[in-house]
């Protein structure tokens, strides 16, 4: 009989070390949270306590559901949708079997604000025991370090991870991150597809009203964006008092449509950069090069002609 039951004590003390590992998981994740219900008064960008009671009244759907996911994530469950539409919103806690649950219905019709209704708030399951979190979409991260990303446009999407995971407990992915980031430059900026729409506009404002500027827009036979030069008036005007120096250069953008900035930079009289023009295009090759000189040309024509007399050093072009 001994032998019978050596395996099943193996399997006993397998899953004792199971239960256990994921105790662990879920203590080290309450200790987390109460770590950040601690520091929640000294950091702004902290979760707010969201107790969701029954009547709290939320002005739209999106602003009821971003409380019902910092109300998860902060009470360390996940959830699950079983109705979500204009007028009515319903959701569950995700383990079978638990009692939590919350409705809440628009008052006065489709696109109203919502109520809500009823609320069933004591969970009978333990909660999540794994570092991942279903609420925790990259809307939701975005929305929560927009402050951040307005002081410093520069916050990396390791960084982003790294302080998801130290003040929030949730293991979010770098894609996530970067989804993240993205989003929240999007509500700061609007989106990169808005602005080149605005580049025509913008480009024929420059001329209009910024006297001695040269801006020129290429589209291509698709009426889509080709390339794009703009030297400002100032900048125009203000070669002219600096050393006879230009210094050509390109460098690759890092945005969703990509492409090639090509800069071309002065020197003042105290020895600091004077940017003079810029255009951004597809590739760097002869023929974007050869095509922003011919405008650098006319500009200096108008502004600085005394730079194109021989008399005058050569410029020292490094590309
Ligand atoms: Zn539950």
Redesign the pocket.
Known sequence: MIFHKIPEIAMLNFLISKIAISAARVQGSLQMAQQMAQTSDEDNSAIPVCPLHVGDLFDTLDSLKKACREYAIRTL?EFKTLRSGTTRYEIA???DG???RLYAASIGGAGNKFRVRTHSCD???T?IQQLGHQQATAKFIADWILPTVKVNPRYRPIDIKRDVKTRLGIDISKSKAFRAKERALELLHGTHKAAYKQMPKYVADIERNNPNSVATLESTSENQFKRVFICYGASAMGIAHCRPLLGLDGTHLKTRYQGILLTATGVDAHGQLFPLAWAVVDAENNDNWLWMLRFLHQVLEQSAPHFLEPTVSPFCVEV
């Open positions: 469950f806690c995700k383990f638990c009692s939590w969970h009978s399951c909660g």
